[in-house]
């Protein structure tokens, strides 16, 4: 029986929509740590080593994570997506 409310095309939409939302979010994630690098914060002419260092641990840890994690939003976007022909029902 078609869903007349479009209630489920409502919630096919929306969660697309929120996967979208948080893809963007924590793609943008990486571009702001990237903004707030050491040489760009700290007052010019401070060189620690350790702070470098330690700062490009943060990176490669938060680059390794938000590949995983933007795999897994694609991951279940697909999935979402496939669920298309279930969004109305046809009558039989």
Not at 25 to 40: D, I
Not at 76 to 85: C, G, H, M, Q, V
Request: proline share 2%.
């Amino acid at each position: 029986m078609f869903d007349d409310s479009f209630r489920r095309s409502r919630v096919y939409f929306r969660l697309l929509q929120i996967l979208r939302i948080f893809f963007d979010s924590v793609r943008e994630t990486g571009v702001q740590l990237n903004n707030m690098r050491p040489e760009n914060t700290l007052i010019s002419g401070f060189d620690d080593e350790a702070i470098q260092d330690n700062w490009n641990i943060v990176v490669t840890y938060q680059a390794e994570v938000e590949k995983r994690l933007l795999q897994r939003i694609m991951e279940k976007t697909e999935e979402i997506k496939s669920l298309r022909d279930g969004v109305s029902v046809l009558p039989k």
